[in-house]
T-cell receptor, first 112, second 108 residues
Framework: ETGVTQTPRHLVMGMTNKKSLKCEQHLGHNAMYWYKQSAKKPLELMFVYSLEERVENNSVPSRFSPECPNSSHLFLHLHTLQPEDSALYLC???????????FGPGTRLTVT | GQNIDQPTEMTATEGAIVQINCTYQTSGFNGLFWYQQHAGEAPTFLSYNVLDGLEEKGRFSSFLSRSKGYSYLLLKELQMKDSASYLCAVTNDYKLSFGAGTTVTVRA
């Protein structure tokens, strides 16, 4: 039990669909992150939030839209995705932005 | 830019020792993490090095040389459950940059 949960664990969506990924951390951390993990490639940092403020947007296409309503919850809103967006999307949290990160189990996303 | 290199795959026998090397060239450096990731699971924290030298934690040890931009993760007394991907990651302020990971396969 890592203290970071993600839902759904698996998602299949068409290119015209709109869906959202949810992440919740029960660790009292102040920073949360979204990563994309594709096969045989390094984890790619997408977004960083610290105290609910976005501090990093790593050149991510606008079809990915993050939302951090409070320090415990992080969402990733998806719309008009492409097949190459199929990947494992991992959420993580840390006490502060320079600290050890705890990862959630990820959402396996398939875009058809 | 960030450049973090580690071998793609390594194979070792149960009970043996394996050393996974990681070299990095980054625009800043606060520390270096090693994570373990089993297939289909989340990465889990193994070690964190800030200063040069060896950090030992049970069967796993991690070494850092900041002047050489080099680290290694040493896995001793390998067990079948150690078969996983091992990720080297460098932290710079708020950003954690990962290598592509080294898949370690432990054979009986």
């Amino acid at each position: 039990e890592t203290g970071v949960t993600q839902t759904p664990r698996h998602l299949v969506m068409g290119m015209t669909n709109k869906k959202s990924l949810k992440c919740e951390q029960h660790l009292g951390h102040n920073a949360m992150y979204w990563y994309k993990q594709s096969a045989k490639k390094p984890l790619e940092l997408m977004f960083v939030y610290s105290l609910e403020e976005r501090v990093e947007n790593n050149s991510v296409p606008s079809r990915f839209s993050p939302e951090c309503p409070n320090s415990s919850h992080l969402f990733l809103h998806l719309h008009t995705l492409q097949p190459e967006d199929s990947a494992l999307y991992l959420c993580a949290s840390s006490q502060d932005v320079a600290g050890k990160q705890y990862f959630g189990p990820g959402t396996r996303l398939t875009v058809t | 830019g960030q450049n973090i290199d580690q071998p793609t795959e390594m194979t070792a026998t149960e009970g043996a020792i394996v050393q996974i090397n990681c070299t990095y060239q980054t625009s800043g450096f606060n520390g270096l993490f090693w994570y373990q990731q089993h297939a289909g699971e989340a990465p889990t924290f193994l070690s964190y090095n800030v200063l040069d030298g060896l950090e030992e934690k049970g069967r796993f040890s991690s070494f850092l040389s900041r002047s050489k931009g080099y680290s290694y993760l040493l896995l001793k007394e390998l067990q079948m459950k150690d078969s996983a991907s091992y990720l080297c990651a460098v932290t710079n302020d708020y950003k954690l940059s990962f290598g592509a990971g080294t898949t370690v396969t432990v054979r009986a």
